[in-house]
């Protein structure tokens, strides 16, 4: 009898560790659901970081200066990182927008000044998404009044959903279209010793680098980013226990948007600049391609730019102008919300929304030259860090609640990073100018 009860004890204790087993292993997949579901706005806002203007001018740069960009884009993942972790801080915890937090903390007039600033930047990101758009359009013999009419119809179609999750999912999967210049670089077959010299070089007495070194970083942090991020930690509904899980999400961003960025740094260095004395000059979206055609094939090399450089503007055309309508909205105290579907309400927002795009749309088929005006865009988007990054530094310390402050010395690194970043911007302006 003894022996039974000591059996039917060990199957008790072995039916009673099964169900905690199984109830630990439930756990522990809702757990990696949450982490998951949490995931997105660090990694739309990194794949909308290497929009059509990242890509073209670190393209610029690998043409016309080799491998000289490598460094520079791999200093910036601290940079990118600390400032887009700053910013996701201070939405979830606030649960208020980057512009609403200035204009309550600093008052109407400095609200206005970072709405312009972003709108500015936000204006200029779209017009060069929609010009590549029409570039990737005439590699096929597309014309642009086809093209950039569609992508602009598309763009507001999907914020209209009613579904702030549904545009992050769409966003990311655009995006992720960049990652086929990761292969593109084994394609190209790049020095690896010239890889690695040119580590070393940091020409900052030429005009040329110092220009386009001014273009990548204001193709990296750029002041819709921080708008962005904010407001959308806040319309994905996340909160103080989901900040962790957040910060691994602009830390995975952060690398991947970067390694992309080099990644076509190297493709371009290894093809267009290493057969060209002296590097060569990029003019088209058509030129891109045709520069690559000798070393990729003629298929190859419009596959890769036409989906990659696609795949970037509509990303970047979404998120730019959504951060641009966002923090509008948040200056003039506006009713802003993609989990709303359009109603009386958040009409302003939303036909807002809608007239940037067909602004854009009209002035880009009135014809530009695309990689000037990225150039120009990323400088200008550099000479206004001073202000994003600014604020931002001055709203951390202010605003947060003290045990959510950055400290001890990740706050002496990141205000130290966003000191020489500012401080680079206010260095370049007489150069650039």
């Known amino acids: 009898m003894a022996a039974e009860v000591n059996i039917s004890d060990r199957e ?3 039916l009673r560790t099964d169900r905690a087993d199984s ?66 801080r201070l939405g979830i ?7 609403a937090l200035i204009r309550e903390h600093f008052g109407k007039k400095w609200g206005l000044l970072s709405a312009v600033t972003l709108f500015a930047s936000s204006i200029g990101a779209l017009l060069t998404e929609f010009a590549g758009v029409a570039g990737v359009g005439e590699l096929f013999g597309l014309p642009p009044g086809l093209t950039v009419p569609v992508a602009a119809a598309f763009l507001i179609g999907v914020a209209f959903t009613g579904s702030y999750r549904r545009v992050e999912r769409i966003g990311v999967a655009l995006g992720l279209a960049e990652l086929v210049f990761i292969p593109a670089v084994f394609l190209a077959h790049p020095n690896v010793h010239r890889v690695l010299t040119s580590f070393g070089q940091v020409p900052l007495h030429d005009h040329s680098y110092t220009v386009l070194l001014a273009a990548n970083v204001g193709a990296v942090i750029m002041p ?36 992309i960025a080099v990644g ?17 000059s990029l003019s088209t979206v058509e030129s891109m391609a045709r520069g690559l055609q ?44 993609l989990n709303e579907k359009l109603s009386h309400k958040n009409a302003k927002f939303y036909a807002a ?6 602004i854009g749309a009209l002035i880009v088929l009135a014809n530009v030259d695309l990689v000037n005006l990225v150039i120009d865009v990323e400088v200008m988007n550099a000479l206004l860090l001073p202000v994003v990054v600014g604020f931002l530094l001055v709203l951390e310390a202010k605003v947060l609640p003290r045990p959510y402050r950055i400290r001890g010395a990740y706050r002496f690194f990141a205000t130290l990073l966003c000191l020489a970043v500012m401080g680079f911007a206010l260095y370049t302006i007489p150069v650039v100018l």
């Open 12 to 14: 008790g204790g072995t």
């Open 23 to 88: 109830e630990a292993a439930k756990r522990h997949r809702v757990t990696k659901l949450m982490f998951f579901a949490v995931w997105g706005p660090g990694l739309i806002v990194m794949l909308a970081d290497t929009d059509i203007g990242s890509l073209v001018t670190a393209a610029q740069s690998g043409a016309k200066l080799g491998y000289k960009m490598i460094l520079p884009n791999l200093i910036l993942i601290p940079v990118l990182y600390v400032v887009q972790e700053m910013t996701a």
């Open 93 to 99: 915890l606030t649960g208020k927008g980057h512009g």
């Open 224 to 259: 819709w980013m921080v708008f962005y991020q904010q407001g959308a930690v806040i319309d994905k509904k996340l909160t103080p226990s989901n900040l962790r899980s957040e910060k691994r999400d602009t830390l995975f961003g952060s690398f991947l948007t970067q390694l």
């Open 264 to 280: 076509v740094v190297i493709v371009f260095a290894a093809t267009v600049w290493a057969h060209h004395s002296g590097g060569a």
């Open 294 to 337: 000798p070393y990729l094939g003629n298929m190859a090399a419009k596959v890769i730019i036409a989906a990659a450089l696609t795949g970037a503007a509509l990303v970047a055309a979404l998120v730019a102008s959504l951060a641009g309508t966002w923090g509008l909205s948040e200056v003039l105290g506006w009713r802003h919300s």
């Open 353 to 358: 929304y809608a007239m940037v795009h067909v």
